[in-house]
Protein backbone atom coordinates (compact mmCIF):
# COMPACT_ATOMS: atom_id res chain seq x y z
CA UNK A 1 0.00 0.00 0.00
CA UNK A 2 1.58 3.36 -0.78
CA UNK A 3 2.10 5.90 2.22
CA UNK A 4 1.24 9.77 2.36
CA UNK A 5 3.40 11.35 -0.87
CA UNK A 6 4.93 14.97 -0.11
CA UNK A 7 6.67 17.10 -2.46
CA UNK A 8 9.14 18.53 -3.28
CA UNK A 9 11.49 17.16 -0.35
CA UNK A 10 13.45 19.81 -0.08
CA UNK A 11 13.03 23.64 -1.44
CA UNK A 12 15.47 26.97 -0.41
CA UNK A 13 13.44 30.25 -1.16
CA UNK A 14 14.66 34.00 0.22
CA UNK A 15 12.42 35.87 2.10
CA UNK A 16 9.06 37.42 0.96
CA UNK A 17 9.36 34.93 -1.59
CA UNK A 18 6.08 32.21 -1.98
CA UNK A 19 6.56 28.41 -1.79
CA UNK A 20 3.79 25.53 -2.35
CA UNK A 21 3.99 21.94 -0.83
CA UNK A 22 1.72 19.36 -2.26
CA UNK A 23 0.12 16.21 -0.58
CA UNK A 24 -1.13 13.00 -1.85
CA UNK A 25 -2.56 10.79 0.97
CA UNK A 26 -3.24 7.41 1.14
CA UNK A 27 -6.16 6.15 -0.77
CA UNK A 28 -9.43 6.32 1.18
CA UNK A 29 -7.87 8.78 4.16
CA UNK A 30 -10.81 10.86 4.14
CA UNK A 31 -8.75 13.10 7.14
CA UNK A 32 -5.73 14.81 6.24
CA UNK A 33 -3.41 16.98 8.25
CA UNK A 34 -0.78 19.27 7.62
CA UNK A 35 1.79 19.61 10.66
CA UNK A 36 5.12 21.98 10.98
CA UNK A 37 8.21 20.65 12.84
CA UNK A 38 10.70 23.48 13.51
CA UNK A 39 14.08 22.12 14.10
CA UNK A 40 14.59 20.22 17.58
CA UNK A 41 10.80 20.66 18.10
CA UNK A 42 7.67 18.36 18.02
CA UNK A 43 5.72 18.87 14.81
CA UNK A 44 2.08 21.06 15.55
CA UNK A 45 -0.62 21.50 13.87
CA UNK A 46 -1.09 23.67 11.34
CA UNK A 47 -4.68 22.65 9.68
CA UNK A 48 -7.08 19.45 9.89
CA UNK A 49 -9.38 18.54 6.60
CA UNK A 50 -12.23 16.00 6.63
CA UNK A 51 -12.52 15.42 2.86
CA UNK A 52 -12.71 18.97 1.54
CA UNK A 53 -13.65 21.07 4.23
CA UNK A 54 -11.69 22.34 7.07
CA UNK A 55 -12.46 20.85 10.54
CA UNK A 56 -9.55 23.01 12.69
CA UNK A 57 -7.31 25.88 11.42
CA UNK A 58 -6.90 27.39 14.79
CA UNK A 59 -2.77 27.49 14.65
CA UNK A 60 -2.66 28.48 11.08
CA UNK A 61 -0.95 31.87 10.06
CA UNK A 62 -3.64 33.08 7.72
CA UNK A 63 -2.05 36.43 7.04
CA UNK A 64 0.80 33.76 5.13
CA UNK A 65 -0.36 30.66 5.24
CA UNK A 66 -3.32 29.12 2.94
CA UNK A 67 -4.06 25.37 2.52
CA UNK A 68 -6.89 23.79 0.47
CA UNK A 69 -8.34 19.84 -0.60
CA UNK A 70 -10.71 21.12 -3.48
CA UNK A 71 -11.50 17.55 -4.34
CA UNK A 72 -10.85 15.66 -1.19
CA UNK A 73 -8.06 13.89 -2.09
CA UNK A 74 -4.88 15.84 -2.51
CA UNK A 75 -3.66 18.82 -0.35
CA UNK A 76 -1.93 22.14 -1.13
CA UNK A 77 -0.30 24.03 1.46
CA UNK A 78 0.89 27.46 0.76
CA UNK A 79 3.11 30.40 2.48
CA UNK A 80 2.99 33.62 0.57
CA UNK A 81 5.34 35.72 1.74
CA UNK A 82 7.78 33.19 3.61
CA UNK A 83 9.55 34.46 6.82
CA UNK A 84 12.80 32.88 8.06
CA UNK A 85 11.05 31.46 11.20
CA UNK A 86 8.75 29.83 8.37
CA UNK A 87 11.86 27.32 8.29
CA UNK A 88 10.83 23.96 9.20
CA UNK A 89 9.86 20.29 7.62
CA UNK A 90 6.12 20.37 6.66
CA UNK A 91 4.46 17.35 7.29
CA UNK A 92 1.12 16.17 6.01
CA UNK A 93 -0.49 13.33 7.42
CA UNK A 94 -3.70 10.95 6.63
CA UNK A 95 -6.10 8.86 8.28
CA UNK A 96 -9.23 6.79 8.15
CA UNK A 97 -12.12 8.50 9.43
CA UNK A 98 -12.45 8.52 13.25
CA UNK A 99 -10.89 9.36 16.24
CA UNK A 100 -8.37 7.03 17.24
CA UNK A 101 -7.10 5.51 14.46
CA UNK A 102 -3.47 5.76 12.99
CA UNK A 103 -2.06 8.70 11.63
CA UNK A 104 0.14 7.96 8.88
CA UNK A 105 2.97 10.33 8.11
CA UNK A 106 4.71 11.49 4.82
CA UNK A 107 8.37 12.28 5.19
CA UNK A 108 7.84 15.85 4.91
CA UNK A 109 9.22 18.99 2.74
CA UNK A 110 12.28 20.55 4.18
CA UNK A 111 11.92 24.36 3.82
CA UNK A 112 14.81 26.58 4.38
CA UNK A 113 14.11 30.55 3.99
CA UNK A 114 17.28 32.57 3.75
CA UNK B 1 -6.77 23.22 25.85
CA UNK B 2 -4.09 19.53 25.92
CA UNK B 3 -0.47 19.55 26.51
CA UNK B 4 2.20 17.01 26.57
CA UNK B 5 5.34 17.20 28.60
CA UNK B 6 8.54 15.25 27.55
CA UNK B 7 11.01 15.49 30.46
CA UNK B 8 13.90 14.47 28.80
CA UNK B 9 15.28 16.00 25.67
CA UNK B 10 18.40 13.92 25.28
CA UNK B 11 18.48 9.76 27.05
CA UNK B 12 21.70 8.50 26.60
CA UNK B 13 21.69 4.55 27.22
CA UNK B 14 24.34 1.50 26.76
CA UNK B 15 23.46 -0.99 24.04
CA UNK B 16 21.03 -4.07 25.66
CA UNK B 17 20.22 -1.59 28.95
CA UNK B 18 16.96 -1.45 29.68
CA UNK B 19 15.63 2.23 28.93
CA UNK B 20 12.31 4.50 30.09
CA UNK B 21 10.84 7.79 28.43
CA UNK B 22 8.99 9.77 30.48
CA UNK B 23 5.87 11.42 28.96
CA UNK B 24 3.18 13.52 30.92
CA UNK B 25 -0.29 15.21 29.63
CA UNK B 26 -2.60 17.47 30.20
CA UNK B 27 -6.13 17.92 29.50
CA UNK B 28 -9.25 18.92 30.30
CA UNK B 29 -11.22 15.97 28.35
CA UNK B 30 -10.93 12.10 27.75
CA UNK B 31 -7.43 11.61 25.56
CA UNK B 32 -6.01 9.39 23.26
CA UNK B 33 -2.24 8.62 23.52
CA UNK B 34 0.48 7.48 21.35
CA UNK B 35 4.12 7.41 20.67
CA UNK B 36 5.87 7.88 17.46
CA UNK B 37 9.52 7.45 16.84
CA UNK B 38 11.67 9.67 13.99
CA UNK B 39 14.21 8.65 12.25
CA UNK B 40 16.69 10.71 10.39
CA UNK B 41 14.87 12.16 7.44
CA UNK B 42 12.00 10.34 7.95
CA UNK B 43 8.60 10.79 8.84
CA UNK B 44 7.07 9.74 12.16
CA UNK B 45 6.01 6.17 12.54
CA UNK B 46 3.28 4.47 15.21
CA UNK B 47 5.04 3.20 17.83
CA UNK B 48 2.12 2.13 19.65
CA UNK B 49 -1.27 3.34 20.91
CA UNK B 50 -3.26 3.71 23.89
CA UNK B 51 -7.53 4.08 23.34
CA UNK B 52 -8.64 2.36 26.33
CA UNK B 53 -9.15 -1.17 28.40
CA UNK B 54 -5.51 -2.43 29.38
CA UNK B 55 -3.03 -0.16 30.43
CA UNK B 56 -0.44 -1.53 29.47
CA UNK B 57 -0.16 -1.41 25.53
CA UNK B 58 2.52 -3.13 23.62
CA UNK B 59 3.87 -1.73 20.34
CA UNK B 60 6.34 -2.96 17.59
CA UNK B 61 9.78 -3.08 17.73
CA UNK B 62 9.41 -4.25 21.29
CA UNK B 63 8.66 -1.16 22.91
CA UNK B 64 5.61 -1.34 25.30
CA UNK B 65 4.14 2.19 27.47
CA UNK B 66 1.72 2.01 30.26
CA UNK B 67 -1.12 4.62 30.89
CA UNK B 68 -1.30 6.47 34.44
CA UNK B 69 -4.02 8.45 34.60
CA UNK B 70 -3.82 9.59 38.55
CA UNK B 71 -0.41 10.65 37.48
CA UNK B 72 -1.46 11.39 33.70
CA UNK B 73 1.77 10.00 32.36
CA UNK B 74 2.36 7.80 29.10
CA UNK B 75 6.15 6.21 29.49
CA UNK B 76 7.69 4.70 27.10
CA UNK B 77 9.66 1.31 28.00
CA UNK B 78 11.79 -1.11 26.03
CA UNK B 79 13.83 -3.67 28.54
CA UNK B 80 17.17 -3.99 25.60
CA UNK B 81 17.46 -1.32 23.90
CA UNK B 82 20.05 -2.20 20.12
CA UNK B 83 21.95 0.39 18.47
CA UNK B 84 18.70 0.77 15.87
CA UNK B 85 17.12 2.25 17.88
CA UNK B 86 18.75 5.37 18.29
CA UNK B 87 16.33 7.85 17.09
CA UNK B 88 13.89 10.91 17.95
CA UNK B 89 10.45 10.33 20.28
CA UNK B 90 7.60 11.72 20.38
CA UNK B 91 4.68 11.32 23.09
CA UNK B 92 1.29 12.70 21.81
CA UNK B 93 -2.45 13.39 22.71
CA UNK B 94 -5.47 13.74 20.89
CA UNK B 95 -9.25 14.30 21.89
CA UNK B 96 -11.75 11.95 21.93
CA UNK B 97 -12.74 13.76 18.84
CA UNK B 98 -15.72 16.10 20.25
CA UNK B 99 -16.67 18.04 16.81
CA UNK B 100 -14.27 16.25 14.88
CA UNK B 101 -11.02 18.15 15.39
CA UNK B 102 -8.49 15.03 16.60
CA UNK B 103 -5.28 16.13 15.67
CA UNK B 104 -2.37 15.23 17.82
CA UNK B 105 -0.25 17.38 20.13
CA UNK B 106 3.18 16.24 20.67
CA UNK B 107 5.69 16.72 23.12
CA UNK B 108 9.05 18.49 22.29
CA UNK B 109 11.02 14.83 21.68
CA UNK B 110 13.52 12.77 23.66
CA UNK B 111 16.49 11.72 21.81
CA UNK B 112 17.41 8.48 22.26
CA UNK B 113 20.92 7.52 21.78
CA UNK B 114 22.41 4.26 22.31
CA UNK B 115 26.05 3.62 22.80
CA UNK B 116 28.03 0.52 22.32
Known amino acids: EAGVAQSPRYKIIEKRQSVAFWCNPI?????LYWYQQILGQGPKLLIQ????????DSQLPKDRFSAERLKGVDSTLKIQPAKLEDSAVYLCASTLRGSGNTIYFGEGSWLTVV | AQSVTQLDSQVPVFEEAPVELRCNYS??????LFWYVQYPNQGLQLLLKYLSGSTLVKGINGFEAEFNKSQTSFHLRKPSVHISDTAEYFC????WGGGGADGLTFGKGTHLIIQP
Open chain 2, 27 to 32: SSVSVY
Open chain 2, 92 to 95: AVSD
Open chain 1, 27 to 31: SGHAT
Open chain 1, 49 to 56: FQNNGVVD
